[in-house]
């Protein structure tokens, strides 16, 4: 199982940056996928996630209004759009899968089914 994350960079605030993650040897459709991320220094922190059915969308408060994630299960691949980027966001983004609809709100220590290396993600003028 392999979930490839790009799509990372450098931007000035207030920028976008668009991140992919492509999945291989499981099939999105079946599980919750989301986006976290980590600065340096600290913890991993729940950015983004969108349950199975791509019924529910649940984003930390920080990425609300900003950030949009979505999922092509046709594609097995999943984005997040990020808008007004400010350097708060910046972090090692990775993406996510796992079976339980709370993936993003089981905290720090949950045990992540599968994910994959990240993307850095760098907002600075």
């Known amino acids: 199982v392999q979930l490839q994350a790009s799509g990372g960079g450098l931007v000035q605030p207030g920028g976008s940056l668009r991140l992919s993650c492509a999945a291989s040897?499981?099939?999105?459709?079946?599980?919750?996928i989301g986006w976290f991320r980590q600065a340096p220094g600290a913890g991993r922190e729940a950015v983004s996630c969108?349950?199975?059915?791509?019924?529910?969308?649940w984003y930390a408060d920080s990425a609300k209004g900003r950030f949009t994630i979505s999922r092509v299960d046709t594609k097995n691949t999943i984005y997040l759009q990020m808008d007004s980027l400010k350097p708060e966001d910046t972090a090692v983004y990775f993406c996510?899968?796992?079976?339980?609809?709370?993936?993003?709100?089981?905290?720090?220590?949950?045990?992540?089914?599968?994910r994959g290396q990240g993307t850095q993600v760098t907002v600075s003028s």
């Open positions: 040897g499981l099939t999105l459709d079946d599980y919750t």
């Open positions: 996510a899968a796992d079976l339980s609809p709370n993936l993003c709100v089981s905290g720090r220590g949950y045990p992540i089914s599968y």
């Open positions: 969108v349950d199975s059915g791509n019924v529910r969308k």
